[in-house]
């Protein structure tokens, strides 16, 4: 069935709402394992349980010939959250790829990379279009020196972006929205090959084994969105 660009943003915003309305929908975590020579691992996990259940029942309050849009389906959103990561494989320097799908909605993806090079250019991937040929390469996420490692990754406003696809006459601001949300969270863990002595980021939380530290981003707070960076230094 045909269905006008207008009625597709009218379904994505219903679901958007519905799944504000209920604590933690979406949960997003980074974990990176740095090796002495540089390499290492990295692996991100996104658990949308709570938004795929919210879709479903927002299903419910349509009409039958509007149920089966894909943008209202669990697999759409699961192709969507899995498919934001392009040409992996083409990538030098990137091994080992792994994805799973999880029941309930967790989605898991790894890879081993050479070095921080390989990395910037493997995360560089995940906002590519499908058709890039080559990857950009343009955003440096990390930079690694010896004994320290800079971490420098804000996130745009993922709020401003609901709100910009309301309609005006909604009457919802994004303080209302923000109200609804509850909590969204984007968690960054790095485990760094030696004993950590200094970081700039007094956010962020030293794990006990004095090798490890973790930033939990609000998405839906601007300020944190914009602190997303750290310079780590280590021994």
């Known amino acids: 069935m045909y269905l006008h660009p207008r009625m597709k943003r009218y379904l994505y915003t219903l679901s958007i709402l519905s799944c504000l309305a209920f604590t933690g929908c979406l949960q997003i975590a980074e974990e990176l394992f740095l090796e002495a020579d540089g390499s290492g691992r990295y692996e991100t996990r996104i658990d949308a349980s709570r938004m795929m259940e919210m879709m479903e029942m927002v299903k419910n309050f349509l009409p039958d010939s509007l149920r089966n849009q894909p943008e209202l389906s669990g697999a759409g959103l699961n ?138 981003t609000d998405l839906l707070d601007r300020e944190s969105l914009r602190a997303r960076h750290n310079d780590i230094k280590f021994k």
């Open 79 to 216: 192709d969507s959250l899995l498919g934001n990561w392009t040409g992996l494989d083409k990538i030098p320097g990137i091994s080992a790829i792994e994805r799973r799908r999880q029941e309930g909605g967790m989605q898991v993806l790894s890879f081993r990379f050479r070095n921080i090079q390989a990395l910037n250019h493997a995360l560089n991937a995940r906002n590519a279009p499908a058709s890039a040929n080559p990857i950009p390469d343009s955003l440096q996420i990390f930079a690694l020196q010896k004994g320290r490692l800079v971490w420098n990754h804000p996130l745009p406003d993922a709020m401003g972006d609901i709100t910009g696809a309301l309609p005006a006459d909604q009457g919802l601001s994004p303080d209302m929205l923000r109200n609804m949300a509850g909590e969204m969270t984007y968690t960054t863990i790095l485990h760094l090959p030696g004993n950590i002595t200094d970081h700039t980021n007094k956010q962020a939380r030293l794990g006990a084994d004095g090798r490890t530290i973790t930033m939990v």
